[in-house]
């Protein structure tokens, strides 16, 4: 099993839609979990931490499975401004070791 | 707000030269990072450090080198560089306390080499 993996999509979706997506991880514990964003040719930016009990920033929604070693994120009424690159993020190993990228999931909101 | 800036934004070069990718932050964070980006392989973690004269290898460290004299620069170096170091190099840093705290990226090199 790979350490971080995503679906690449792309998830083409119209404006107002809700989409979800997916991201799991092979090592049981791991702890620092996060989801960024990266818009084309440009760098990836920190779009929210997932904590265990799961958070919410506005229309984006994080939840945390560690039975199943998932991640989600969930985007309600989706903006065209919200096509871009999503990322997982997870450290690779307990303890004070660096993270490690999935390849993403592309997202394209249609107009 | 200078934050993490990255020199040259775009650098072409031959193989076998070696090239030097900069990378300046002025927020003092302790902990920086290289990464490359290629497609079908996601960002890929080169080398990473903790505090000056600290550093560390990630995944892929063959042929690069890096040094860290002073907390705010990270270069790295391409000892003799080959089309395979053909990518797109990524610093970061973090505010955090460890390695695995969120963090914030330069707005990339973009390297071809020829």
């Known amino acids: 099993r790979k350490e971080v993996e995503q679906d690449p999509g792309p998830f083409n979706v119209p404006e107002g839609a809700t989409v979800a997506f997916n991201c799991t991880y092979s090592n049981s514990a791991s702890q620092s979990f996060f989801w960024y964003r990266q818009d084309c040719r440009k760098e990836p930016k920190l779009l929210m931490s997932?904590?265990?009990s799961g958070n919410e920033d506005g229309r984006f929604t994080a939840q945390l499975n560690r039975a199943s070693q998932y991640i989600s994120l969930l985007i309600r009424d989706s903006k065209l401004s919200d096509s871009a690159t999503y990322l997982c993020?997870?450290?690779?190993?307990?303890?004070?070791?660096?993270?490690?990228f999935g390849k993403g999931t592309r997202l394209s909101v249609i107009a | 707000d200078a934050g993490i800036t990255q020199s040259p934004r775009y650098k072409i070069t031959e193989t076998g030269r070696q090239v030097t990718l900069m990378c300046h932050q002025t927020?003092?964070?302790?902990?920086m990072f290289w990464y490359r980006q290629d497609l079908g392989h996601g960002l890929r973690l080169i080398y990473y450090s903790a505090a000056a004269d600290i550093t560390d290898k990630g995944e892929v460290p063959d042929g690069y080198v890096v040094s860290r004299s002073k907390t705010e620069n990270f270069p790295l170096t391409l000892e003799s560089a080959t089309r395979s170091q053909t990518s797109v190099y990524f610093c970061?840093?973090?505010?955090?306390?460890?390695?695995?705290?969120?963090?914030?990226f330069g707005n990339g090199t973009r390297l071809t080499v020829t």
């Open positions: 970061a840093s973090t505010w955090g306390r460890s390695y695995n705290s969120p963090l914030h």
């Open positions: 993020v997870v450290n690779r190993r307990p303890g004070n070791t660096p993270l490690v």
């Open positions: 927020w003092s964070h302790s902990y």
């Open positions: 997932v904590y265990s």
